[in-house]
């Protein structure tokens, strides 16, 4: 069964930075590529970012360019986001997401607030 | 970037009501649509994927339609526990984008 947990999220001054990770489990986590989906407060669905398997290519929301880098070590099937220059906007439920081959699969997601 | 557009914002309806929600992409792509159902403080529940298959353990009163721009997802018998908000997405690209969200009640 796959599996994602978040990890990482807390309260953090604005200007601060924050480093999310994922866990993933239940599949071959090198051979698909991931994303961060967050969500803030009321608020709809807001993809983040994306990498590629090999994590040689990363895309980003506008908003977050700059600031916010995804990684992964897929030696250890772990997920991450760096989250540096945090502001009162970034508040929200950060989602590991993978893609699947047919389907995403979402974890439970990590708050972080900014305030 | 492909916008999704869903309609309508909020939707009323009684128990046992067809209800029908729709989206629609700024271009065409490949049907790699999503439709999720998310009640308050948890994590979105995926119910459609690839725009028709129905995802396993999810009630067949639920499905999906659609190709190129223009998606639907239909309730076709409104249960109390279908209030919640419903998300459509596509995943074609690799920037995601998903839909406003339709607040679904019962009346």
């Known amino acids: 069964e796959v599996q994602l947990v978040e990890s990482g999220g807390g309260l953090v001054q604005p200007g601060g930075s924050l480093r999310l990770s994922c866990e993933a489990s239940?599949?071959?986590?090198?051979?698909?590529?991931m994303n961060w989906v967050r969500q803030a407060p009321g608020k709809g669905l807001e993809w983040v970012a994306n990498?590629?398997?090999?994590?040689?290519?990363?895309y980003y929301v506008d908003s977050v360019k700059g600031r916010f880098s995804i990684s992964r070590d897929n030696a250890k099937n772990l997920l991450f986001l760096q989250m540096n220059s945090l502001r009162d906007e970034d508040t929200g439920i950060y989602y590991c997401?993978?893609?699947?081959?047919?389907?995403?699969?979402w974890g439970q997601g990590t708050l972080v607030t900014v305030s | 970037d492909i916008q999704m557009t869903q309609s309508p914002s909020t939707l009323s309806a009684y128990v046992g009501d067809r209800v029908t929600i729709t989206c629609r992409a700024s271009?065409?792509?490949?049907?790699?649509l999503a439709w999720y159902q998310q009640k308050g403080g948890e994590a979105p529940k995926l119910l459609i994927y690839?725009?028709?298959i129905l995802e396993t353990g999810v009630p067949s009163r639920f499905s999906g339609s659609g190709s190129g721009t223009d998606f639907t997802l239909t309730i076709s018998s409104l249960q109390p526990d279908d209030v919640a908000t419903y998300y459509c997405?596509?995943?074609?690209?690799?920037?995601?984008?998903f839909g406003q969200g339709t607040r679904v009640e019962i009346k």
């Open positions: 997401v993978l893609r699947g081959v047919s389907k995403p699969t």
């Open positions: 239940g599949f071959t986590f090198s051979y698909y590529r």
């Open positions: 990498i590629k398997q090999d994590g040689n290519e990363r």
């Open positions: 271009q065409t792509f490949s049907s790699w």
């Open positions: 690839k725009a028709s």
């Open positions: 997405q596509q995943y074609d690209t690799y920037s995601w984008t």
